[in-house]
């Protein structure tokens, strides 16, 4: 079981992880518990991402990248099982703006070595476009994106992010009609994915097409959240959706 610093349990996910750890055998498995991240300062935003946050103590598993490091590569590569659980834990990591801003240069350095080792892995490719985007550098973060989008395979979990990601880092470049059109392709693939519905929402209104943003937006409320293996605004599927 690993947490960092900055992450807590309250008492009533304390006794689930009690009663997670009192049933546990000795298969090869890891679990995933969902990490809620407190709004930060600068955008304002909660999120939420599913974290392989317990896995069993096996010599053959080792943590992958330097940073936003990963245990489920190895996992999978053994024939191992990932398992959900209902278990919330707190992140507190970025609500400090100076302290924000000093983790995203620290983590660009360390992706950038990671870059410079596997240039084409879409994992490092994703996490380097987000990290500009929150550094406020659309361009450099469309790049990346861009490239993360080419390089990744079939049914990867990043691939519905990788699209909402593009759109917005076009959005913030003033490429609307680029933006709708990247949005869209990716809603041919994911035509249930909350992100590219809110996306697709806001630029029609913007564009003037009220009703194919209501639309959006009631298709959006209809769904249930999905899983947030690469990261969530849970807002979309509820109050900002309304608003």
Same mark, same amino acid.
């Given at each position: 079981?690993?947490?960092?610093?900055?992450?807590?349990?309250?008492?009533?996910?304390?006794?689930? =992880?009690?009663?997670? !750890?009192?049933?546990?055998?000795?298969?090869?498995?890891?679990?995933?518990?969902?990490?809620?991240? /407190?709004?930060?300062?600068?955008?304002? &935003?909660? =999120?939420? #991402?599913?974290?392989?946050?317990? !896995?069993? %103590?096996?010599?053959?598993?080792? /943590?992958?990248?330097?940073?936003? @490091?990963?245990?489920?590569?190895? +996992?999978?590569?053994?024939?191992?099982? #990932?398992?959900?659980?209902? *278990?919330? *834990? %707190? %992140?507190?990591?970025?609500?400090n703006p100076q302290?924000?801003?000093?983790?995203?240069?620290?983590?660009?350095?360390?992706?950038?070595?990671?870059?410079?080792?596997?240039?084409?892995?879409?994992?490092?490719? /994703?996490?380097?476009?987000?990290?500009?985007?929150?550094?406020?550098?659309?361009?450099?973060? #469309?790049?990346?994106?861009?490239?993360?989008?080419?390089?990744?395979?079939?049914?990867?979990?990043?691939?519905?992010?990788?699209?909402?990601l593009l759109t917005?880092?076009?959005?913030?470049?003033? $490429?609307?009609?680029? &933006?709708?059109?990247?949005?869209?392709?990716?809603?041919? &693939?994911?035509?249930?994915?909350?992100?590219?519905? /809110?996306?697709?929402?806001? +630029?029609?209104?913007?564009?003037?097409?009220?009703?194919?943003? @209501?639309?959006?937006? $009631?298709? +959006?409320?209809?769904?249930?959240?999905?899983?947030?293996? &690469?990261?969530?605004?849970?807002? *979309?599927?509820?109050?900002?959706?309304?608003?």
């Amino acid at each position: 079981m690993w947490l960092d610093a900055d992450d807590t349990l309250d008492e009533d996910n304390r006794q689930k =992880l009690r009663t997670l !750890f009192a049933g546990l055998g000795h298969d090869l498995a890891a679990y995933l518990m969902r990490q809620h991240s /407190f709004p930060d300062a600068v955008s304002n &935003a909660a =999120l939420v #991402v599913d974290q392989v946050k317990l !896995f069993c %103590h096996d010599p053959r598993l080792r /943590f992958e990248y330097r940073i936003h @490091e990963q245990i489920l590569p190895a +996992l999978l590569r053994l024939g191992g099982v #990932v398992r959900t659980t209902d *278990i919330v *834990i %707190h %992140h507190s990591g970025y609500q400090n703006p100076q302290l924000r801003r000093r983790k995203l240069e620290r983590n660009q350095r360390l992706l950038l070595l990671d870059q410079a080792e596997r240039p084409d892995d879409p994992l490092t490719l /994703f996490n380097l476009g987000t990290l500009h985007l929150d550094l406020g550098r659309p361009a450099e973060a #469309v790049a990346f994106l861009r490239r993360g989008l080419e390089r990744v395979p079939a049914g990867y979990s990043l691939l519905p992010r990788l699209h909402g990601l593009l759109t917005c880092g076009l959005y913030r470049l003033g $490429r609307k009609e680029e &933006a709708l059109a990247a949005c869209r392709r990716g809603r041919v &693939a994911y035509p249930d994915e909350g992100d590219l519905l /809110f996306w697709e929402a806001q +630029l029609l209104g913007e564009r003037g097409d009220e009703t194919g943003a @209501e639309a959006s937006l $009631r298709r +959006l409320l209809s769904l249930p959240p999905g899983p947030a293996l &690469a990261c969530l605004d849970p807002g *979309i599927h509820g109050y900002k959706s309304r608003h």
